[in-house]
């Protein structure tokens, strides 16, 4: 079992930043990526950013690339991702994930172990 917490959501104004930060415990040194997705009511959970834990390798979804950044703290067992030029589109609850599995898979599917989510919304 692998346990995640989100945080660091809230509401921004466009053009600003956050930092999410993801606290995993519990079997982290089966984890093989770690992931963070993005979801909209009424519409699947969107890949947005990975990490290939053993190297931190990392991955973006094209429509996120040069605003989102993936990274970790491998001592507090976090993982973060910092969102920069926020904009209204972007409003989501974030969730990390993680896999014990595959290296990095944009497939939600692939990812064993859910976070509660954190909020993001975004104002224009």
């Known amino acids: 079992q692998v346990q995640l917490v989100e945080s660091g959501g809230g509401l921004v104004q466009a053009g600003g930043s956050l930092r999410l930060s993801c606290v995993a415990s519990?079997?982290?040194?089966?984890?093989?990526?770690m992931g963070w997705f993005r979801q909209v009511p009424g519409k699947e959970r969107e890949f947005v950013a990975g990490m290939r834990w053993s190297e931190g390798s990392t991955y973006y979804a094209n429509s996120v690339k040069g605003r989102f950044t993936i990274s970790r703290d491998n001592a507090k067992n976090t993982v973060y991702l910092q969102i920069i030029s926020l904009k209204p589109e972007d409003t989501a609850v974030y969730y990390c994930?993680?896999?014990?599995?595959?290296?990095?898979?944009?497939?939600?599917?692939?990812?064993?172990?859910w976070g509660q989510g954190t909020q993001v919304t975004v104002s224009s």
């Open positions: 994930a993680s896999s014990l599995y595959y290296i990095v898979s944009m497939d939600a599917r692939n990812y064993n172990y």
């Open positions: 519990g079997r982290t040194f089966s984890i093989t990526a």
